[in-house]
């Protein structure tokens, strides 16, 4: 029976993929990554040698046919992408939507993806929450913000350095200056920073020190109740 495994890859710390990932990626038939050159560096220092091909964003729908013929050809083929859990704003769910139409098997192996800890460590509550991923740049960003402000579960989003401040700001705009947050920069790496205050006083501390490296902001839900 053909199995399909995704497996979560450090996020920073090579330290955090667990024992039983490195255990599949060894026993796997196949491993599909979403950068080829990405996952060999990481299956090299682990010396693990299995055949590494290519599954990502921009050939996920045209090869989704051949990708399946190949999965069912294996026992067990293993997903990854280049940090984190497949299929968290990352190729992985038209896979997974797939191999279930096709009765293969479908498993995801605990492990490394940003949104987790950094909601936990926020300290907003964490016993319901909406993950939102990016917003959307330009179409539908306004929209979905305005949807947000009502929102009384935690918020977490993907943002890019480069686009931090206009969040900051879009918040302060959206949902009032005194609605608090949490930027979670670099999690599992060296320069590991949280920076929670109201929404003001954390744009005011971005405009000041612009941020570089990868970012997850966690805004407390409307009313500050969840
Ligand atoms: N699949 C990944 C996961 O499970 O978290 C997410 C991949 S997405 C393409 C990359 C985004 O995830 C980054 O832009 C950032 O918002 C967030 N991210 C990934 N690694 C991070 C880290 N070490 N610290 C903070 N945010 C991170």
């Not at 993929?17 to 060999?40: C, G, H, P, Q």
């Not at 979670?184 to 060296?190: A, F, Q, T």
């Amino acid at each position: 029976m053909a199995k399909l495994c995704l497996v979560p890859t450090p996020i920073g710390n090579l330290e955090d993929i667990t024992l039983r990932s490195l255990r599949i990626l060894k026993e796997a038939d196949l491993i599909f990554a979403e950068d080829t050159r990405v996952t060999k560096k990481l299956l090299n220092h682990f010396e693990i040698s299995q055949h590494v091909l290519p599954f990502h964003a921009h050939n996920e729908h045209k090869t989704l046919g051949s990708t399946i013929d190949k999965i069912k050809s294996c026992t067990l083929t293993v997903l990854v992408s280049d940090a984190g859990t497949p299929g968290i704003s990352d190729p992985g769910f038209l896979l997974a939507r797939e191999c279930v139409k096709e009765g293969i098997d479908v498993e995801c192996l605990p492990g490394p993806t940003a949104l987790i800890p950094a909601l936990v460590a926020s300290g907003f509550p964490c016993d319901r929450f909406c993950f939102e991923g990016f917003l959307p740049h330009k179409k539908g960003r306004q929209t979905k913000l305005m949807a947000l402000e009502q929102e009384e579960r935690t918020i977490v989003l993907y943002e890019s350095p480069h686009r931090l401040v206009k969040c900051l700001a879009q918040i302060v705009e959206f949902m009032g200056a005194e609605r608090k947050v949490c930027v979670v920069r670099e999690l599992s790496k060296m320069f590991e920073e949280y920076k929670r205050g109201t929404a003001q006083e954390v744009q005011d501390y971005y405009e000041k020190h612009p941020p570089k490296g990868e970012i997850v902001v966690i805004i407390e839900g409307k009313n500050g109740k969840n």
